[in-house]
Structure formats: C-alpha cells, structure tokens
C-alpha cells in the first residue's frame, strides 16, 4: 500500500491529572490537523483524471496509543500514530477519528512510480478513451478514438511518467515544519488551559 506514516510521543509540560487529560485532547487534534493538510497536499499533486477516483481515494486515518485507565482517561504522555494512503479496497477504519469518506482506487503506485510500456485498454470505463473524451469533450467521435490509440500507442513504447505525488508531498511536509509547528502550538494551548493561576482570594 502506498502510504505515509506518522507518530508522535508527546511531552506534558504541567505535572497535574488534568493536564495530562488536556494535551492529550489538544495534542490529538494538532495530529488530525497535520494528517489532513498531509493529505491535501499529496491530492495536490494528484493527476484528476477522467473519473477523480485516485484523487479522491487518498485519506488518512489516526490512532491514539495513549495508555488509559478503564475509564478512558490517559495515565501517560500522549501517544499517536496515523498515516496518509490512497484506499485500494474495503477496510475496517480504526482510530477516534471517523476517516473521511473516500474512493476506492487500486492504480495509486503506477502513477506515483511510473510504468514501464505497456499497452493499456483503449476501451472501457477506465481507458485511455474514457480519458480523452474528459480531456476532448469537444472532439467528433471517430477523431476521438484515434486520439485514444495513438496515446496508447505511446505508452506502449514509452510507459508512463512518474508522478511522486507522495514522495514530494512527503519532502514539502518535512521540509515546511509543520507537523512540528502544529505539536508546539498545541503544546502551547494546552500549557495555557492546564496552569491554575491563584485565585484572587487565595493570593498572598
């Protein structure tokens, strides 16, 4: 499966039971936050097509690992793992996250990797025809038929490019700081809403 992983293991800078409730809270969401711009920035890389199946097929999914009591309340430092992947087939979703709805699409890798020649269908509901009349709505229908076999012809002696939709998301994601940027922000917010100040009838 093509697909990008994710964990984190995460510090709570305020020594209290309920702080430790409150960056796990706002550390997860920081989480789904960097899965999902992760995602959209894969689909932005991401070839539409005639039907927008692959584009529609990438998701992500989230888990938190974060050990709790029997009630549900963390006993420990956060703890998550997620990734981003395109949806090649029915699958049990886990996580505390309901996944976003997505497309099923089972060519991810040839188009993120390339293909050697080949030659595809040139017919059919995913064909290098059905492309080309997205492309070419305009097109008469026989010109149209032929323009579908000569790129068939092509792929044939050439394959096809690579697209590394993945690959160059996965750098520009890294490269940009943002997983991280999201973690201190939230690190940030939870330190807020986790210190008591003393109240104004406690103080000195």
């Not at 430790?20 to 706002?26: K, S």
């Not at 920035?41 to 991401?46: A, F, G, K, L």
């Not at 199946?53 to 990438?58: A, C, D, F």
């Amino acid at each position: 499966m093509l697909e990008i992983e994710l964990q984190f293991k995460g510090l709570v800078l305020v020594d209290t039971w309920e702080a430790l409730q409150i960056f796990r809270v706002e550390y997860l969401l920081a989480f789904k936050k960097s899965l999902q711009t992760l995602r959209d920035m894969v689909r932005q890389r991401t070839p539409i097509g005639a039907s927008a199946k692959l584009y529609h097929s990438i998701t992500y999914v989230a888990k938190d690992l974060t050990p709790t009591s029997p009630f549900g309340f963390a006993t420990a430092p956060p703890e998550f793992e997620g990734k981003v992947y395109s949806r090649s087939g029915i699958e049990v979703i886990w996580g505390p996250f309901a996944t976003p709805y997505s497309w099923i699409c089972n060519y991810a890798a040839p188009v993120e990797y390339g293909t050697k020649p080949h030659f595809p269908p040139v017919f059919g509901p995913e064909s290098i025809h059905t492309w080309a009349a997205h492309v070419l709505p305009m097109m008469p229908k026989l010109e149209l038929a032929q323009v579908a076999y000569r790129i068939a012809l092509h792929i044939s002696k050439h394959g096809t490019r690579a697209r590394h939709m993945f690959r160059d998301a996965r750098q520009a994601f890294m490269s940009q700081g943002i997983f991280e940027k999201n973690i201190k922000e939230a690190a940030d917010i939870a330190t807020k809403k986790a210190t008591v100040e003393t109240p104004w009838w406690a103080a000195s």
